[in-house]
C-alpha cells in the first residue's frame, strides 16, 4: 500500500553537524553545517518533498542553512526551543541527544502544524545585526560609567574616559550605518518615518521595534500585545477568578518600550491621559506603565499597518 501520509523533518543544529530526522518512515541523515552540507541537505530533503522542515533557533549557527534552504522555496519552521522542550517533556522523553532532539522536532511538527516562517530581508537582517551591537555597547557603557564611581586610581579614571569616549564613537558608526541602510530601502524608510512620529518614541527605539517586530503592521491588537509579552493572561478556575498576568513574548522588544512608555507618560497627552486614568483607578504605577507599553505597540503596529503618521486623537 502506498503510504500517503505527508513528510516532516527535524533539524538539529550544532556548530559543525546537521542531524535531520523524516517522519514518517524514520529516515535519518548527518550533514555536515557548512556551505556543501547545506546543498545536500536541500537535495535530500527534496526527494521526500517534506509539508514542513521545523528546527530550534540557535543563534548564528542555524543561519546558513536557513537562508539556503529559503532560497529554493523549502517550507522552514524556525522553533523557540521552550516549545521543543515542553513538547518533549509532554510526550515523557527525558533523554536528549542531537538525534532524538531531530526526532522530537520531525513529531512536533507533524502533530502541532506550525506556520511556515518567513524570513527577513537582508537588510533587517543587518540592521537587527547592527542593533544588538549597540544594545551591547550601551550596557557595556553603563557597567563602565557606575563602576568608574568607585574608582580612586588616576590611572583607572583615565582609562574610564576614553573607553567611554571610544564606545560613544562606535555607538555613533552604528547609528550612522543603521540609518544609511533606512535610507536606501523605501519600505524600512516609510515604517522608520512612522514610527518616529509617535510621541515618546525615538530613532534608537523606531530602529529596535523594526529590527525586534518586523511583523509590525501584519498584526492585529491582541497578536501585536502578545507577541511582545504585552497581553494580559487569565488565571481563572472554576468561580475562582485570579490575577491577570502578562509572560512570554520578546523581552527586548519590552525593554526597548519601558523608557518611551515613560517619556510618553508625560509628553504624550492622549497616553498621559491614559496614565492619569488608570492611577487614579488606583493601578500601581508599574501596570500603568506597561498598560502605556501596550498601547504603543498596538498604535505603532496600526500606524504601520495603515501607513499613516500619528496625530493626537485630542486635537
Known amino acids: 500500500m502506498t503510504n500517503h501520509l505527508p513528510h516532516h523533518a527535524g533539524i538539529d543544529i550544532s556548530k559543525d553537524h546537521l542531524d535531520v530526522h523524516i517522519l514518517p518512515g524514520d529516515h535519518a541523515q548527518r550533514f ?44 522552514i519552521v524556525r522553533l523557540n526551543a521552550r516549545r521543543v522542550r515542553s513538547f518533549a517533556d509532554a510526550l515523557g522523553i527525558l533523554a536528549k541527544t542531537d538525534q532524538i532532539d531531530a526526532r522530537i522536532l520531525a513529531r512536533f511538527a507533524a502533530v502541532m502544524m506550525p506556520d511556515v516562517t518567513k524570513l527577513n530581508s537582508d537588510a533587517v537582517e543587518e540592521l537587527k545585526e547592527l542593533e544588538s551591537a549597540r544594545r551591547a555597547l550601551i550596557k557595556s557603557k553603563t557597567a563602565l560609567t557606575n563602576r568608574s564611581k568607585t574608582l580612586a586610581t588616576a590611572l583607572l579614571k583615565r582609562q574610564a574616559r576614553v573607553t567611554c569616549r571610544q564606545i560613544d564613537t ?21 515604517r522608520f518615518e512612522i514610527v518616529c512620529s ?48 502578562c509572560q512570554g513574548g520578546r523581552a527586548k522588544l ?62
Open 32 to 75: 555536515s553545517n557548512t556551505a556543501s552540507g547545506w546543498q545536500a541537505l536541500a537535495q535530500w530533503l527534496t526527494d521526500f518533498a517534506p509539508e514542513r522542515i521545523v528546527y530550534e533557533s540557535t543563534g548564528p549557527y542555524h543561519r546558513g542553512m536557513e537562508r539556503a534552504l529559503a532560497s529554493l522555496t523549502l517550507p
Open 170 to 190: 562606535h555607538i555613533a558608526q552604528i547609528d550612522q550605518a543603521a540609518t544609511d541602510i533606512i535610507a536606501a530601502h523605501e519600505d524600512l524608510k516609510r
Open 198 to 245: 509617535i510621541p515618546g518614541i525615538g530613532p534608537a527605539t523606531a530602529l529596535a521595534l523594526i529590527v525586534l517586530m518586523p511583523e509590525l503592521g501584519t498584526l492585529d491588537e491582541k497578536q501585536a500585545a502578545s507577541l511582545a509579552g504585552l497581553a494580559p493572561v487569565a488565571c481563572d478556575s472554576g468561580t475562582w477568578r485570579g490575577q491577570r498576568f
Open 254 to 315: 519590552r525593554q526597548a518600550l519601558y523608557m518611551p512608555a515613560l517619556v510618553a507618560a508625560r509628553h504624550n497627552a492622549d497616553l498621559r491621559a491614559k496614565y492619569d486614568d488608570l492611577i487614579g483607578r488606583g493601578k500601581p504605577p508599574k501596570v500603568a506603565i506597561t498598560a502605556l507599553m501596550r498601547k504603543l505597540i498596538i498604535l505603532a503596529n496600526a500606524l504601520v499597518r495603515d501607513d499613516r503618521t500619528w496625530t493626537s486623537a485630542t486635537t
